[in-house]
């Protein structure tokens, strides 16, 4: 495991800024079930030593981290947060495209449906996901170093933690087939030269790296800016940053 700094060239807000600090770690031998599992132990830890309680207060609103922690796939919270939608249809590129544009979610037909339906998730689901909740079962499209789900190919053994409508954690289930990672890196490669921007490259390094052998392995990434903001109650991550990204001036 790894505590350390990232970065991301991306915009900043209440929860993001450039420079941030991440726990990362990988289980070998371990499932997602595994992971999950140790980031709710985590969290109750740390709630008993800081507050002798589970119970904490964060902007207003009591939360009880004493578990076990809601889970809902990610199909299962679309419909539960947009019940008009229809239930048969999440994985139809032609019906997420008309919900998107409703949604005002920039949309076409080089947009595949496993990333249609992550966009509605993030843009109606996610800061409603108040209790601490796992959201799992994400589709392939958006996980592209993420292990298939054995009973469903469309989608992938990881999952996201979310308390108070923020993502704290993202685990999953490691990808160590090089075959099946050479074409997830080949089909990102048409997206990127589809225009997304946020599409990977071919990584030939990583690739040679999984044909010399990777056990079952799990990994986790966790913000510890963001768990740091929920334990201390403070509303924005430039309150628990040492030096915070500054505006210009002018």
């Known amino acids: 495991y790894e505590i350390n700094r990232s970065f991301r060239n991306e915009g900043v807000s209440t929860l993001h800024n450039p420079e941030f600090t991440m726990l990362e770690l990988y289980l070998a031998y371990a499932s997602y079930e595994d992971i999950m599992k140790l980031v709710e132990e985590m969290v109750i830890k740390i709630a008993e030593d800081l507050n002798g309680s589970t119970m904490i207060k964060y902007q207003d609103q009591e939360y009880d981290l004493s578990g076990p922690y809601q889970r809902m796939t990610l199909e299962e919270s679309v419909i539960q947060f947009n019940p008009d939608m229809d239930a048969n249809k999440l994985r139809d590129q032609d019906y997420l495209i008309n919900i998107c544009k409703k949604l005002k979610i920039k949309a076409d037909k080089n947009t595949t449906a496993g990333k249609l339906l992550f966009e509605i998730f993030e843009k109606t689901v996610e ?19 993420s292990r298939a789900n054995d009973e469903d190919s469309w989608l992938v ?8 409508g923020t993502e704290l954690a993202n685990g999953f289930q490691e990808l160590n087939d090089p075959d099946d990672q050479s074409d997830r890196f080949k089909a990102q490669v048409k997206e990127r030269d589809s225009g997304d921007d946020e599409a990977m490259v071919y990584d030939e390094d990583y690739i040679e790296a999984l044909e010399y052998g990777m056990p079952p392995t799990s990994g986790l990434g966790v913000g510890i800016d963001r768990l740091v903001m929920l334990f201390t109650n403070s509303p924005s991550i430039r309150d628990v940053l040492f030096f915070p990204h500054m505006r210009d001036k002018s």
């Open 127 to 145: 800061d409603y996901l108040i209790e601490p909740t796992f959201i799992t079962a994400y589709p392939k499209d958006v996980s592209p170093l």
């Open 157 to 164: 053994d990881r999952f996201e933690f979310f308390i108070a």
